[in-house]
């Protein structure tokens, strides 16, 4: 647990040098890669979303590509294709840029749905098929997606399929005046992005990722996860909740808190916390309800103050079965 708090700090403080005043949000992406999730920052134009991603992407020493959705792009140019090679008179794979351990979907929403749902088989089940034969995705595999408000022009609403597949949403919002003038300060000659350098080795991401995976869930916190989920299916305003998918997020993501914050067990209030970014997404709220304004968040929001922790959900863990 030390080991995770240390590096998991590493990566904070390196990426806190180009991201100002965002410390809440910086900790959340970690929280998702260490438990490996993919991530969707969601925001207007301008707000630091592929920064954010890149200076994530430095950070660790993994390989790492970009690929500019555009509506124009075609699935192929995402997964890669099959080209024949006259010399030697057979068809020759060319992997696309999602064979890389870390990508950068940048304003994913751009593309046309047919050229986001290439990334499906490669987000659930990291593989791709392609011509009919089947290829693994590196390991560690993680997809930092990026993408501007469905509201802005030129855009396209993404799949509920492959909503559910982003472990936790994310929005960065405008810095304070105070903020901003730190940031115009940083990039008055040189952008601070490219000073920053590795500071955790796949490796080490990896003993993280297997770490995490150890942490203690109390009975109750399991049970509070999924009567929160459940909730979100029978809310007078939804009309679709968060899937089982999005119980195990948020399971995921409380025991990469927990070992981020040094204990070695789940407590409720990582529940609480992870509970926005992990199912807001995965909700998909009736038309009527839209026109008063509501939206996944409030949803969430609402049901942290209604669903109860179960009495007896402790601030340690039980004795652990044999």
Known sequence: MADVRALGGRVVANVEHVIVGKHDVVRLALVALICQG?????D????GKTVLAKALARSLGCSFRRIQFTPDLLPSDVTGLSIYNQRTQEFEFRPGPIMAQVVLADEINRATPKTQSALLECME???????????????PFLVLATQNPIEYEGTFALPEAQLDRFMLRLRLGYPSPSEEIVVMDQQKRVHPLGEIGEVVSVEELLAMQ????EMYVDPVVADYIVRLTSATRTHADVQLGASPRGSLALYRAAQAMAALEGRDYAIPDDVKTLAEPALAHRIIVKTAATLRDVDGRQVIRELLETVPVEMGAAERPRVRPA
Not at 38 to 42: A, G, Q, T, V
Not at 210 to 213: H, I, N, P, Q
């Open 38 to 42: 993919h991530i969707l920052i969601e």
């Open 210 to 213: 297997a770490t995490v995976r």
């Open 44 to 47: 207007v134009p301008g707000t």
């Open 125 to 139: 089940e990291r593989q791709a098929t392609i011509d009919g034969k089947t290829y693994a995705m590196p390991s």
